[in-house]
């Protein structure tokens, strides 16, 4: 790792097999693999080419400039911007070959519209679906409790089949998370919207393996730093840990400015494979992680992967595995970014 502070790999065999799996869950409907916020912190170039590459149709993203840049590395792909767009931005998604979902009464001509309904989310959505113009290619809505209760999902699931019911076959209707691809056999329709699943990440916060799914990023850095704590000395800002007797303790080059959440105090992580408790103040730059006995400057640390999984950290700091991918800084200011794409995956 040496000039390297940390090093994110993304393993797009992973992603292939995700994507895999769930066009095995979702029967006839296509599979569209979201792939906003940087592909969940992933990657959104390599991670929507490998998932293309493995059966998905399309790729999702929130905003045009995410489309561009996506755009820019994959001129082929299917690729529907599914957040607000400004009426300036609308050129530029025409001459990009760009579809754009719309939740108001603004609908742009000559680019592909998908029409996003409202069926229970109570968020961005129209109340009841205007006459399609010529433009409209699809119909959407999102649920709000796919991973959480189902008889509300299946409520909108419901109330979305009666309303596309006079135009079905004749738009792609779409209402599927990762939750519902998974779980909710009902809610598949026409295409499906992935994203958390895609990642390997469990949209339940579970183990992502109960689900079939390989987690597709790892993070791994090393002790910069050992030392021994006398009884009474302590560790990191605040001075919120306390040597109770002679502690060894490892300074890891990774804090919040890296997306190690300042909540994950007390968290594991794996040194040289084994877990060890994460004590004091995450710091900005580094955080620092009691040790049972001395160890080398060098030693490998897994802060996530290797079995130890996002969802752990996601529990403890009170968040879901959503905010901590996507919070994961990988500047090649910060850290090192390996993309593995082992065909066999
Ligand atoms: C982010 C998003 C998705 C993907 O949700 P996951 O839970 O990550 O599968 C699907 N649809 C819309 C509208 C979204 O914003």
Redesign the pocket.
Known sequence: MSAWRSEITIDLGAVRANVRRLLAAVGDAEVWA?V?ADG?GHGAVDVGRAALGAGASAL?V?TIPEALEVRAALPEARLLV??PTRTAEWGAAAEARLEI?VADGRVPEGIPVHLKLDTGMGRRGLSELPSPTRETVGI?S?LAT??TDPVFAELQVQRFREAVAPFQGRFTCHLA???A?LRLPTAAFDAT??????YGLS?FGADPADDGLQPVLSWRSELALVKQLAPGESTGYGRRYLAERPTWIGIVPVGYADGFRRHLTDTHVLVDGRRRPVVGTVSMDAIAVELQSELSVGTPVTLVGDGLLLEEHARLAGTIN?ELASGINSSPLRARRIVIDARAG
């Not at 919207?193 to 895609?198: E, L, P, Q, S």
């Open positions: 979201v906003k969940y999702c929130a599914m957040g979902a959407m999102h796919a991973d998370n990762s939750a691809a919207r992935c994203g958390i699943a895609v949209p959503y």
